[in-house]
């Protein structure tokens, strides 16, 4: 399946394979130069546990970087659900890279794919509603647009990617500009000498008043922090359809629909990204 990203991930892959590569092979793989350097190896990948794929591509790109001539045959795409015991690739390759290879490789697989695995539990219990599931930046440090594009591939949506893609303007900010009213003006500025990269000007409400004052400084979107289902009622009713409103702060899985059922547009939760236990996958060499 395609998985819609809007950020493109050649690069972002090469630079996260390399890293992680660099980290763990370092001066050389010790343990893999018992295996005879030309000896040609079959392995397969399982899942041990449902869930949904996700990192095929930096898998790929961790083998292929130590063996150009592998080969790997996939068995599900990124954003498939998969069971457990189900057979994921099989691959044909050096012994030794596979090896040294093995580690960082399942590592991008088994996070991403827990990453994606989350994002459609998360999906599924708002099925139904109008509301999407968006991720936060609470990401692993240089892994975001990794763990963004792996929300993506289990059906959630990306909030902004960074600090240099969007604006959002919080309680600091309207403290510091002197108002909402006046936090927008500027907002609008900015966005304006940044046109090419600036996505959205969103800005982050505490109650219904400053809801308020945001839809009368023509915001187009807000942020509705820590509100109560029935405040996010009524936001909704206030707000009317004129700007897209997000509801964001201790979202769990159990409150989650509850929330959803209110009208809001969007659901926040940074438990995609920064609460996610790997994915359990096994490599083993086989015949």
Known sequence: MTIEFDYPLAAEISRNVAAALAEDVGAGDLTASLVPGERQVKATVICREPGVLCGRAWFDECVARLDPSVRITWHAADGERIA????????????????????????????????????????????????????????LPGLRIAQKYA?????????????????????????????????????????????????????????????????????????????????????????????????????????????????VDRISVGALTKDVKALDLSMRFVG
């Open 151 to 263: 929300v993506r591939a289990g059906g959630g949506g990306n909030h902004r990617l960074a600090l240099w893609d969007a604006i959002l303007i919080k309680e600091n900010h309207i403290h510091a500009a002197g108002g909402i009213a006046q936090a927008m003006d500027a907002a609008r500025k900015v966005a304006a000498s940044a046109a090419d990269r600036c996505k959205f000007i969103q800005v982050e409400v505490e109650n219904l008043d400053e809801l308020n004052q945001a839809l009368n400084a023509s915001a187009t979107m807000i942020l509705l922090d820590n509100f109560d289902n029935d405040l996010l009622r009524q936001a909704v009713a206030i707000n009317a359809g004129r700007a897209v409103l997000e509801a964001s702060g201790n979202v769990t899985l159990e409150t989650i629909r509850a929330i959803a059922e209110t009208g």
């Open 84 to 139: 457990a015991n189900q057979l994921l690739c099989e691959i044909t390759g050096n012994g030794r890279a596979l090896l040294t290879a093995e580690r960082s490789a399942l590592n991008f697989l088994q996070l991403l794919s827990a990453v994606a695995s989350k994002a459609r539990i998360y999906t599924d219990a708002i099925a139904g509603t109008k509301a999407q599931v968006v991720d936060t930046r609470k990401t």
